[in-house]
């Protein structure tokens, strides 16, 4: 999954997107004190970063 894709799936759950100065940052509303990053690479994220990623947003 790129980090487009990610993005992408992370918004339409409700989660908000910042641009930062290296990554972006995902915040939810109801979910306070939890921020993601989400990097700015072209590619696929590997996987244990992916599957980090889903858990901590609850995603997975």
Known sequence: MTAKELK???I???WTIT????HE???HPN????QVA?????GD???RTLNKLLKA???K
């Open 57 to 59: 947003t609850g995603l």
């Open 25 to 27: 940052l995902a915040t």
């Open 8 to 10: 992408r799936k992370l």
């Open 45 to 47: 994220i590997p996987n």
């Open 19 to 22: 641009e930062g100065s290296r």
């Open 12 to 14: 339409t759950a409700g």
């Open 38 to 42: 989400i990097h700015r690479h072209a």
């Open 31 to 34: 979910k306070p004190g939890v």
